[in-house]
């Protein structure tokens, strides 16, 4: 019996993250993120752990923490893998619905994930990408 709606998988949810962080597509460690999970069909609830296993993933593209869009990356799919009402579906599965959500979805992440407190880096890539925490 097929399930209303069908579940989100692993490799949609890290690709809608790589779209919120990287809506150019050009940064290397955020493709490097996507490749890594990208044939990960199972459901994001299957997973025991998202979070120790995209900071895993994390750190082996970026171990000296010098990423911050990969950092933000990790982060949002974290967020997104426990607020999947916070993704649409579309014709590629799921997508942030406007540059509003974007921003409100890397606020919401970078709280959640530090505590409101993110790293000097990551601070600046939110500054830089008008992301006020």
């Known amino acids: 019996m097929p399930t209303e709606p069908e579940p989100v998988t692993v490799a949609e949810v890290v690709r ?8 150019d597509g050009g ?3 955020i493709a490097q993120l ?8 199972e459901p994001i ?3 025991a752990d998202v979070e120790a296993e ?6 082996a593209i970026d171990p000296e923490d010098e990423d911050p869009a990969v950092t933000m990356a990790a982060a949002v799919t974290v967020y ?9 579906g579309d014709d590629s599965g799921t997508t942030p619905r ?3 959500e974007r921003e409100e979805i890397l606020r919401l992440a ?9 790293p000097p880096p990551v601070a600046g890539w939110l500054a830089a990408e008008g992301v006020p925490l």
């Open 16 to 23: 809608v993250a790589a779209r919120v962080c990287d809506p």
């Open 27 to 29: 940064d290397e460690g």
């Open 34 to 41: 996507l490749a890594r999970f990208e044939d990960r069909d």
């Open 45 to 47: 609830t299957a997973l």
């Open 54 to 59: 995209l900071l895993e993933a994390k750190g």
């Open 80 to 88: 997104l893998a426990y607020r999947r009402t916070a993704l649409r």
């Open 98 to 100: 406007g540059e509003d």
């Open 110 to 118: 970078a709280r959640a994930e530090f505590a409101g407190g993110p």
